[in-house]
T-cell receptor
Framework: DGGITQSPKYLFRKEGQNVTLSCEQN?????MYWYRQDPGQGLRLIYYSQIVNDFQKGDIAEGYSVSREKKESFPLTVTSAQKNPTAFYLC??????????????FGPGTRLLVL | GEDVEQSLFLSVREGDSSVINCTYT??????LYWYKQEPGAGLQLLTY?????DMKQDQRLTVLLNKKDKHLSLRIADTQTGDSAIYFC??????????FGKGTKLSVKP
């Protein structure tokens, strides 16, 4: 049963705390992405990775960090430097190589709330 | 840079057709996509169209692409309450990333 999993579904962060959101895929996809969605807004790209051990900043990378040590996993850390972290976080993945292979598939999302 | 414009809301009666429109400033994608997002869920790939086509039909879904005007539309025939969701039509940039608009919230009234 292939797909993208994100955990946890809900996450609570205290002031000054770093929290890590998990994203795993078993689709053998090369590329993975993290997006942030605020209410009534579209998705904004935080970070993306086209290959293991390499990643690039998206449009709103400040206050976030990522790693890509394994092809299947792309965890996102929301650091204390991110002053407004409350949002819905979506992970996606795609095969690379151009054309229809670059279609992005999304996980179910993690909702981050600040206590 | 790339941008995507969509109407924020659309309300239809069950059984009617829905047409969701999308205008983009530029797209480097070989394919253009429609995604559906139900409340509290991730995005589900609904359908896609090859950028050299002008129409694609997929059961109740019809996608029309006017590449000259950079206009994409999604028609849902016989709209059902289960079609209530937010619909996104991202454009693609040269690196393969997607640019999302705010989405169109479709409400289906029984």
């Amino acid at each position: 049963d292939g797909g993208i999993t994100q955990s946890p579904k809900y996450l609570f962060r205290k002031e000054g705390q770093n929290v890590t959101l998990s994203c795993e895929q078993n689709l053998n996809h090369d590329a993975m992405y993290w997006y942030r969605q605020d209410p009534g807004q579209g998705l904004r790209l935080i970070y993306y990775s086209q290959i293991v051990n390499d990643f690039q900043k998206g449009d709103i990378a400040e206050g976030y960090s990522v790693s890509r040590e394994k092809k299947e996993s792309f965890p996102l850390t929301v650091t204390s430097a991110q002053k407004n972290p409350t949002a819905f976080y979506l992970c996606a993945s795609s095969k690379r190589g151009g054309g229809i292979q670059e279609t992005q598939y999304f996980g179910p999302g993690t909702r981050l709330l600040v206590l | 840079g790339e941008d995507v414009e969509q109407s924020l809301f659309l309300s239809v009666r069950e059984g009617d057709s829905s047409v969701i429109n999308c205008t983009y400033t530029d797209s480097s994608s070989t394919y253009l996509y429609w995604y559906k997002q139900e409340p509290g869920a991730g995005l589900q790939l609904l359908t896609y169209i090859f950028s050299n086509m002008d129409m694609k039909q997929d059961q109740r879904l019809t996608v029309l692409l006017n590449k000259k005007d950079k206009h994409l539309s999604l028609r849902i025939a016989d709209t059902q309450t289960g079609d209530s969701a937010i619909y996104f039509c991202p454009s693609g940039e040269s690196q393969g990333n997607l640019i999302f608009g705010k989405g169109t919230k479709l409400s289906v009234k029984p």
